[in-house]
């Protein structure tokens, strides 16, 4: 018995301490919702204790706007009238510097110019530049911080969008809404930590998998729950047929004491983890039909966020959706939005992907803002890499295409304690380079946990032998942009 004591250490006493409360060992769930970390931290394999900030966070959820495909920051935010007046010229050698090309452009024989056939003026007290195709987005200028020198190493879609969202170019690792529900978990227990919205433009997309949202090896309680667009917005919720809510509950309950069975044997805290997962799906039959109603909504926040907040699965309806889940405890949303990759008809494509996105995202803004919620939601709007200088393929005088980029792009980021109405880096004249205070995806990821109160170097999970952090062993906070 003192040997299984000492195999066992801590597991084995929160076994005990169920016990005495006379919960039996078949309910551990009902233990895991009255100390949701009764099952995590304080152990050789997770050293890092959940629950807690390192600090006081200036935000307590984040909404993140993902744009799949990569937009064009030289239609958008960086304004490069140096393009205009070299329209067709070659990029010169020297700008390039024999950086690498993508398969896609690497045979051209030329590098034509191109500069955006869309104006741009200057707004709000910051004076930063936004494209006419973006005018709601320049009606919230001052509440925003537009960031022009991101930059990552990947090239291409697949790894550069997994690098964002979990830190690494390859698979199998947390992502960041699963790191944040580990390091924080939820404020709300009868909804997720970490959900997932998706949507698709009228463009060419890239495809998300479910890899983007995945717990990698943390607990799996910790995966992104996705929502549908379907009559049932999480799948799988619905008493089966033929099961009242009573027998529902009887079931989970002796589901719970073979669970427990399971777990004496083999002491694998992933059995707790399942049985916390059944015991949220079914809150969750209550609190997903009421969250996910927009009856209630005012007409006028409807045309805030415009008429395609009425069909679900438009980018409109999950902005929307996305403020309400946010004001309900949820402590990540991940937004995709697909639709970007415009590698030709870039004119075209990116016009109506504005048309898409621009009203619902600055209304989420105005929405948070008016609600007393934007202090403590952290926005962010932005895709995986940017878009060349020139053309790809051939270049007219109102057609043309921008192949990868990932030397310099632009994001911006409002609310949790980032500063508003800020321009923070600069691009050379060609928007090919930075020249001033760049940010990489590290540290566009220790900054992010910085502001939920979170020290990127302290939120680590060992696996294998190997201690891994969302910024594996890079990053650096922007001091910069938060207040």
Same mark, same amino acid.
């Given at each position: 018995m003192e040997k299984n004591i000492l195999e066992h250490g801590l597991n084995f006493n929160r076994r005990r301490f169920l016990s005495r409360l006379s919960l039996g060992l078949g309910s551990v769930a009902l233990g895991s919702l009255m100390i949701p970390d009764l099952f995590t931290g304080g152990t050789e394999d997770a050293p890092f204790a959940p629950g807690v900030p390192d600090f006081a966070p200036k935000a307590k959820r984040v909404i993140y706007l993902f744009q799949n495909g990569a937009p064009s920051q030289l239609e958008l935010f960086d304004y490069k009238p140096k393009l205009r007046e070299m329209m067709?010229?070659?990029?010169?050698?020297?700008?390039?510097?024999?950086?690498?090309?993508?398969?896609?452009?690497?045979?051209?024989?030329?590098?034509?110019?191109?500069?955006?056939?869309?104006?741009?003026?200057?707004?709000?007290?910051?004076?930063?530049?936004?494209?006419?195709?973006?005018?709601?987005?320049?009606?919230?200028?001052?509440?925003?911080?537009?960031?022009?020198?991101?930059?990552?190493?990947?090239?291409?879609?697949?790894?550069?969008?997994?690098?964002?969202?979990?830190?690494?170019?390859?698979?199998?690792?947390?992502?960041?809404?699963?790191?944040l529900s580990y390091g924080l978990g939820s404020e709300n227990k009868n909804l997720p930590a970490f959900t997932v919205l998706l949507s698709r433009g009228r463009g060419d997309g890239q495809g998300v998998y479910s890899k983007l949202w995945t717990n990698g090896?943390?607990?799996?309680?910790?995966?992104?729950?996705?929502?549908?667009?379907?009559?049932?917005?999480?799948?799988?919720?619905?008493?089966?047929?033929?099961l009242n809510r009573f027998e529902r509950r009887k079931m989970l309950d002796k589901l719970a004491e073979m669970n427990e069975l399971s777990y004496?044997?083999?002491?694998?805290?992933?059995?707790?983890?399942?049985?916390?997962?059944?015991?949220?799906?079914?809150?969750?039959?209550?609190?997903?039909?009421?969250?996910?109603?927009?009856?209630?909504?005012?007409?006028?926040?409807?045309?805030?966020?415009?008429?395609?907040?009425?069909?679900?699965?438009?980018?409109? =309806?999950?902005?929307? &959706?996305?403020?309400? !889940?946010?004001?309900? @405890?949820?402590?990540?949303?991940? #937004?995709?939005?697909? +639709?970007?990759?415009?590698?030709?008809?870039?004119?075209?494509?990116?016009?109506?992907?504005?048309?898409?996105?621009?009203? =619902?995202?600055?209304? &989420?803004?105005?929405? !948070?803002?008016?609600? @007393?919620?934007?202090?403590?939601? #952290?926005?962010?709007? +932005?895709?995986?890499?940017?878009?060349?200088?020139?053309?790809?393929?051939?270049?007219?005088?109102d057609n043309y295409g921008r192949d990868h980029h990932p030397r310099c792009f632009s994001i911006w980021m409002a609310g949790g304690g980032v500063k508003p109405g800020m321009v923070y880096g600069e691009t050379d004249e060609f928007g090919y380079n930075i020249v001033k205070d760049p940010v990489h995806v590290n540290d566009f990821h220790a900054t992010v946990l910085n502001q939920l109160g979170l020290n990127h170097e302290k939120l680590i999970y060992k696996h294998l032998g190997r201690r891994y952090r969302l910024t594996d062993v890079a990053g650096k906070v922007i001091k910069d942009i938060i207040t």
């Open positions: 067709g010229q070659e990029l010169p050698a020297s700008i390039r510097a024999g950086q690498r090309l993508t398969g896609m452009t690497s045979g051209q024989a030329s590098f034509p110019l191109v500069g955006s056939i869309y104006d741009f003026k200057q707004y709000g007290d910051s004076r930063a530049w936004i494209s006419d195709i973006f005018p709601h987005t320049a009606k919230v200028v001052d509440d925003i911080c537009i960031i022009k020198s991101m930059h990552t190493e990947a090239i291409n879609h697949d790894p550069a969008l997994t690098f964002f969202q979990t830190g690494a170019q390859q698979g199998n690792r947390p992502s960041m809404g699963a790191w090896f943390l607990d799996s309680r910790h995966q992104g729950v996705q929502f549908s667009s379907g009559e049932d917005p999480v799948l799988y919720l619905k008493d089966p047929a033929g004496q044997e083999f002491n694998d805290p992933e059995i707790t983890a399942k049985v916390q997962q059944y015991e949220m799906a079914y809150r969750m039959q209550t609190a997903v039909p009421e969250v996910t109603d927009i009856s209630k909504e005012p007409e006028e926040i409807i045309e805030m966020y415009g008429q395609d907040c009425r069909t679900p699965g438009t980018f409109a =309806a999950n902005c929307l &959706l996305a403020r309400k !889940l946010s004001e309900n @405890g949820v402590r990540f949303v991940q #937004l995709y939005h697909q +639709g970007w990759d415009q590698h030709g008809n870039l004119p075209r494509d990116i016009k109506w992907q504005a048309e898409d996105v621009d009203k =619902a995202s600055a209304a &989420l803004i105005t929405d !948070l803002k008016q609600r @007393g919620l934007l202090d403590e939601t #952290l926005v962010i709007w +932005g895709g995986e890499f940017g878009r060349t200088n020139y053309s790809q393929g051939t270049l007219t005088k």
